[in-house]
């Protein structure tokens, strides 16, 4: 049941409390097999805590503190605010500019996902299947694909606004850097509020109609309302990301540009780390603000549900009959899938055409050429993906179960810390590795395990909160019944945890894989020039014009995430069929 | 009649689970349909309510044929089993919410809300959540939600599944005085004999989309159609007593093999 996930929390305490239950030591039952063992195996569930806690606190929170440390450092052991006021008084128009393009995009956006999100959860066959599927591929998309689509349909030799319409126009400018920001975001937030349509009360919906309510009234009176957290949730990740945003302001940007972008610059072209940290805290601040309000919102949301006995796969609601309103997020939503359409197809064109004196032909010149060139760079993504998609499963399991199901001493805490990198700009999570790991006895600068690091606790957040999901539906008694027939903690790990987490283990891995190949965020700091990814291949290759590359990395990256997405799927549901659990 | 159900007809598929249903109700009564899951109860309520069309068939509520108008412009509400409250609304929100569609002034539906708040005996509560209250307390605010728009027919699918045992018998006293109170003219649906008994003034015994027998609970007591209705209602184990008290007797046999088991 629905209540189940809220009350694991408080019902593991109140077992704790009521059984005395010691929560860090093994699960050995008074004058009964006292063997060494089990002294082992509560001493390995022990260093297997202290482990993730230790890794948690050292990856996450120490990068942290280095910024604020550094950006407060005047070079010579002092503390000084010459750094912010330098920052205050020379970037007051980049801050004002992060903040005005914040807003604006994230209201477009919102509009846009609101929009969307009603429209496929009241549709179902083949236009929701479309729907889904544009999603999913606009989800494992690397980024700056809008960006780059937008200079190729729109620019100034734009396939529409150019070589259609004949018009030369200069798409360099804030409203570009804004328009690009909501298109990229939509999908997330889309995929968020059909979450948190599918957990509405059907009960509610027909009772309204059922009191005379029409579909007009039932959107404003109840489908709108209860999406509200979700909606403000929208509204702030959409704004936290277009502050931390660095790729398209510097891409399509042109003059104009933002916090973000001036840090990346700071940073490779400068490398004035004191200066780039202060001007993090400007970013890292409102960030972790926006943290603590996702959390509260989400939990209200939560709330919202709670009470939710009936679920729906669609939503009962006709928006042909829900008066402008309805024909509205029809319209939008349409708008705005015709130009995610318009997009891939433009991407995955581009790579195989060339332009002699202004006439296309089909080519697969640029094809060989980055087969000859990257081939090295693409197996080594995949093989980085790999790593972490492994290793951070495995990671995000063991540290949901450690927070789920036992009461570690600081819980709330380690949770939140944990966390936290979901609203970290990829900036400060970059800026923060390079600080913290670039001396003895912590040298991982250079290296391939600062990537993985920084890959695997930036997506933490998102895996661990996947398994947590998952927990919450195996039986608390389960996990009992283990330990009353004389199992230790680290038995329940093994044969009950662990198993029962093999259906979040997929979602977990793909989740991981998919982000490893196309998240650019931190890791363009990070990386060392002789082995590049494919992320930063393709950012290379927007950044310096050469878009037919570049729209072929990003067909590359789409087809290899959707494969090996594919084949876990296929192996998954294969070795389900095998062993019917 | 009141509620006339004439013939009504519905599958899904390949599978039939209401057969040519057909039934009638004066105004002001309670009309109780009982049987066992799966057997087209709640399929029979969803076509009244308007939720589902029927296959075939009529539903005329006072001479009016309403078979073909879409819930929201029928003159019947239903009391949903999982209640269908608003969750981001207030108690008193919750009540008038129907109001709103009827063009009544919102001081005057204020007003009106709190009297039937009062009514079902939550006065105290108007301006409480949905999560703030108890079960019992969410029942009667979709029940008062569900009367306040003066409904010609209120439907009721399994509305006390939810709560215990104790609070069950007392909301079953409550439903039936405001039922002959406001003379309101409902349909019932549940799978507890006990409960049809009580409740009914005529009851419908419904088996694999067919009624079996259609009376008054008494007329059924003293006459059950066939043994499969008496071992369904667990006749040997009832009696009903002159005064109108129905008791429940745990046989001694019962008890026993209790006790050897």
Not at chain 1, 454 to 468: D, G
Not at chain 1, 530 to 544: H, N, P, Q
Not at chain 2, 7 to 25: I, P, Q, R
Not at chain 2, 57 to 66: M, Y
Request: charged share 20%.
């Amino acid at each position: 049941m629905n209540n189940r996930g809220h009350n694991t929390q408080e019902r593991a305490s109140l077992r704790d409390a009521l059984f005395g239950v010691p929560h860090l030591s093994g699960g050995r039952r008074p004058g009964e097999r006292k063997g060494g063992a089990l002294t082992a195996g509560s001493l390995l569930d022990k260093a297997i805590l202290l482990l993730l806690l230790g890794a948690v606190c050292l990856f996450v929170l120490w990068p942290m503190a280095c910024i604020l440390l550094r950006s407060l450092g005047d070079g010579e052991g002092g503390f000084t605010l010459a750094a912010y006021a330098q920052v205050w008084s020379r970037y007051r128009e980049n801050l004002w500019n992060s903040v005005f393009v914040g807003v604006l995009s994230a209201l477009a956006c919102t509009v846009f996902s609101t929009a969307a999100a009603i429209f496929i959860a009241t549709r179902r066959g083949w236009v929701k299947m479309a729907c889904m599927a544009l999603l999913l591929i606009t989800m494992v998309s690397p980024p700056f694909v809008s960006s780059l689509a937008y200079i190729q349909l729109y620019g100034r030799r734009g396939w529409i606004t150019y070589r259609l319409l004949g018009i030369s126009w200069d798409p360099y400018n804030c409203w570009g850097v804004i328009w690009m920001q909501s298109i990229s975001f939509v999908p997330l937030n889309t995929l968020l509020l059909i979450g948190i349509l599918s957990k509405l009360d059907t009960g509610s919906l027909q009772a309204a109609r059922d009191l005379g309510a029409r579909p007009a009234a039932i959107l404003r009176d109840v489908v709108l309302p209860l999406m509200g957290p979700g909606i403000l949730v929208s509204l702030l990740l959409s704004f936290v990301r277009s502050l931390s945003d660095y790729g398209t302001p510097v891409i399509i940007g042109g003059r104009f540009s933002t916090i973000a972008s001036e840090i990346y610059l700071q940073l490779v072209g400068y490398s004035d780390l004191e200066k780039s940290s202060a001007m993090n805290m400007f970013l890292l601040l409102p960030a972790i603000a926006a943290f603590f309000l996702y959390r509260y919102l989400m939990r209200r949301s939560d709330k919202l549900s709670e009470g939710s006995r009936s679920r729906q796969g669609r939503l009962e609601l006709s928006l042909s009959r829900c008066g402008p309103v309805g024909i509205g997020i029809a319209a939008v939503s349409i708008l705005f899938f015709l130009m995610m359409v318009l997009q891939y197809g433009c991407i995955f064109l581009a790579g195989f055409l060339k332009s002699t004196k202004g006439v296309y032909s089909f080519t697969l010149r640029n094809w060989e050429e980055l087969w000859r060139l990257d081939a090295a760079t693409m197996v080594r993504s995949v093989v980085y993906a790999l790593i972490v998609s492994l290793a951070g499963t495995l990671f995000a399991m063991l540290f949901a179960y450690y927070m789920e199901r036992r009461r570690v001493p600081g819980r709330s805490f380690f949770d939140c810390v944990a966390t936290l990198p979901y609203m970290l700009p990829g900036t400060c999570f970059g800026i923060g590795y390079i600080l913290a790991f670039n001396h003895e006895p912590l040298k991982l600068t250079g290296t391939a395990v600062i990537v993985l690091a920084n890959m695997l606790f930036k997506q933490l957040p998102t895996a661990t909160k996947i398994c947590s999901a998952s927990l919450t539906q195996v039986p608390l008694a389960l996990e009992r019944s283990a330990r009353d027939l004389g199992g230790g903690q680290l038995a329940v790990l093994r044969d009950v945890i662990l198993p029962s987490l093999r259906p979040a283990f997929l979602s977990c891995f793909v989740y991981n894989f998919s982000s490893s190949m196309t998240t650019a965020g931190a890791i363009i700091f990070l990386i060392n020039p002789g082995k590049k990814l494919a992320v930063f291949k393709l950012f290379d290759a927007v950044y310096t014009g050469d878009y037919a590359v570049a729209s072929l990395i990003a067909s590359v990256i789409i087809v290899i995430v959707l494969a090996v997405e594919g084949l876990a799927y296929l192996i998954t549901w294969k070795g389900g069929e095998r062993n019917v659990s | 009649m009141y509620l006339e159900l004439s013939h009504l007809k519905k599958s899904f598929g390949e599978k039939t689970v209401v057969e040519d249903l057909t039934l009638s109700l004066p105004q002001g009564e309670l009309l109780c349909i009982l049987g066992s899951s799966g057997c087209g109860k709640t399929t029979t309520l969803n076509m009244i309510g308007g939720f589902l069309a029927p296959d075939s068939g009529q539903i005329l509520v006072d001479g009016e044929d309403i078979t073909a108008i879409p819930p929201e412009r029928r003159p019947v509400t239903t009391v949903f089993q999982s209640y269908g409250l608003f969750p981001h609304m207030t108690v008193l929100q919750n009540v008038v919410y129907g109001l709103k569609f009827q063009r009544i002034r919102r001081a005057e539906a204020r007003e009106k809300g709190l009297r039937y708040l009062e009514m079902v005996g939550l006065a105290d509560y108007a301006g409480a959540y949905i999560h703030e209250i108890s079960g019992g307390q969410q029942q009667r605010v979709a029940l008062a939600r569900a009367l306040i728009v003066e409904p010609k027919l209120c439907l009721l699918d399994e509305p006390f599944s939810n709560l215990d045992a104790a609070l069950r018998v007392k909301m079953r006293q409550e439903l039936k005085s405001l039922q002959r109170e406001l003379g309101m003219t409902m349909v019932f649906v549940t799978h507890d004999q006990e409960e049809a008994l009580i409740l009914a003034d005529r009851m419908a015994i419904m088996e694999q989309g067919r009624v079996l027998q259609y009376d008054a609970p008494l007329h059924i007591y003293h006459n059950p159609v066939s043994p499969f209705v008496a071992d369904f209602l667990g006749l040997k184990d009832l009696e009903w007593r002159q005064d109108g008290a129905l008791l429940k007797i745990i046989r001694r046999d019962d008890k026993e093999e209790h006790h050897a088991g």
